[in-house]
């Protein structure tokens, strides 16, 4: 499933990162790889505030669509 799909507080594997080729490595560069662990830290109008390798990353419900866990 996408990752805006994922409630707040819940933790998701990343199965799966889409997009073409820049946007999936500006994925990539922030920490979204598959096998990584990410947390939904917060979530409002389908954009979310998630950890992944340690860091806080707010992202938009566009992106969050491209990552699936």
Same mark, same amino acid.
């Given at each position: 499933?996408?990752?805006?799909?994922? #409630?707040?507080?819940?933790?998701?594997?990343?199965?799966?990162? /889409?997009g073409?080729?820049?946007?999936? #490595?500006?994925?990539?560069?922030?920490?979204?790889?598959? /096998?990584? !662990?990410?947390?939904?830290?917060?979530?409002?109008?389908?954009n979310? !505030?998630?950890?992944? #390798?340690?860091?806080?990353?707010? !992202? /938009? #419900?566009?992106?969050?669509?491209?990552?699936?866990?």
């Amino acid at each position: 499933m996408p990752l805006s799909m994922v #409630k707040e507080g819940e933790t998701g594997v990343i199965q799966k990162v /889409g997009g073409r080729g820049d946007t999936k #490595k500006f994925l990539e560069n922030l920490g979204f790889v598959v /096998g990584g !662990i990410v947390t939904v830290i917060s979530e409002r109008n389908g954009n979310l !505030i998630v950890n992944v #390798k340690d860091s806080r990353i707010a !992202i /938009g #419900k566009d992106m969050a669509n491209r990552i699936m866990v």
